[in-house]
């Protein structure tokens, strides 16, 4: 393993904009984006929102500022959906410690070491 490989991980970048309609794998329309959390999309059902639904973000495909795809078909991904938002979970648990690690400095050459005398 290379450490490019090591240290990137295996996760594709998406940039999803609130109002960007939802479809499920099977092309059906949902609804919209409301909001975009670190871990759940808020989906607005209805023309005027109506009705709110809490999604988990593994559960997009793709998306962008105007189209969210979903990995799953829409009937499916309503069973998967959650309609109370969830509650924040932390990174760190209390019975875990936040690991710490020594700083290295690295030694820098001034402008003046870089020059050469000519």
């Known amino acids: 393993m290379t450490e490019q490989e090591r240290i990137t991980p295996d996760v594709t970048s998406v940039t999803i904009g609130e109002g960007a309609d939802v ?3 099977d092309g059906e329309k949902w609804g919209r984006v409301a909001a975009v ?3 759940y999309l808020t989906i ?3 023309i005027l929102g109506q009705r709110e639904y809490y999604l988990p973000i593994n559960l997009v495909a793709c998306g962008d500022d105007d189209r ?3 990995t799953v078909p829409l009937e499916e991904a309503k069973v998967q959906a959650m309609d109370e938002e969830p509650a924040d979970e932390p990174i760190y648990t209390d019975s875990e410690k ?3 690690h020594e700083m ?3 030694a820098v050459p001034t402008p003046a ?3 050469r005398a000519e």
Do not use: D, H, Q, W
């Open 23 to 25: 479809y499920g794998s």
């Open 37 to 39: 959390g670190a871990k």
């Open 44 to 46: 607005a059902e209805g």
């Open 68 to 70: 969210v795809e979903l």
């Open 98 to 100: 936040i690991p710490e």
């Open 104 to 106: 290295e400095t690295a």
């Open 113 to 115: 070491e870089n020059t």
